[in-house]
């Protein structure tokens, strides 16, 4: 891997996670980061479901296009490959730093970027009204915090790269 990883993750990897993921992808994008890979996972995600339907047009009516996302569970693999995980709720944080132990440096809320508590509200079953809150919350998240996001994801990469692991 020649540049850092970036792991988004939410409960099922179908409505917070894939637009965080896309907005990420595009902000590090637009700072000329076009090396940097940014994916998404669950922690109780099935494999292969679509992004919620207000998700996507919510994400398309910003230019973006998550119809090809499919949903993740969070595995051993993908947190070995990731440089920063970004969880979307403080039970995320905590389930994952106790399951990975040795990834516990880089487990943190999106909330923590902005040095926030607290979680990014799941909209799943909502209206249209409460996802657009949240993509609003997730996008000012990302861009107030993306100079941290930034250099903690730079930090652990290049820690990784010295340790040699992959």
Not at 1 to 29: D, G, Q
Not at 119 to 136: H, K, L
Not at 139 to 147: A, M, P, S, T, V
Request: aromatic share 4%; proline share 3%; with cysteine.
């Amino acid at each position: 891997m020649t540049a850092p990883h970036i792991l988004v993750v939410c409960t099922a990897n179908i409505c917070r996670s894939p637009v965080a993921e896309a907005l990420l992808r595009a902000k590090l994008h637009a700072a000329g980061l076009t090396d940097w890979t940014v994916t998404s996972a669950g922690t109780w995600a099935a494999e292969g479901n679509a992004a919620s339907d207000f998700s996507a047009l919510l994400i398309a009516e910003q230019g973006l296009d998550i119809e090809a996302h499919r949903s993740q569970p969070v595995t051993d693999r993908l947190m070995q490959k990731a440089d920063l995980l970004l969880c979307m709720e403080t039970d995320h944080a905590r389930s994952l730093q106790r399951a990975y132990p040795s990834h516990q440096d880089k487990i943190y809320t999106l909330r923590q970027m902005v040095e926030k508590r607290g979680s990014v509200r799941d909209p799943y079953g909502g209206s249209r009204r409460q996802y657009e809150r949240m993509v609003a919350e997730v996008d000012e998240l990302l861009e107030r915090g993306l100079l941290r996001i930034r250099a903690l994801a730079l930090e652990n990469f290049e820690k990784r790269g010295k340790d040699g692991s992959n």
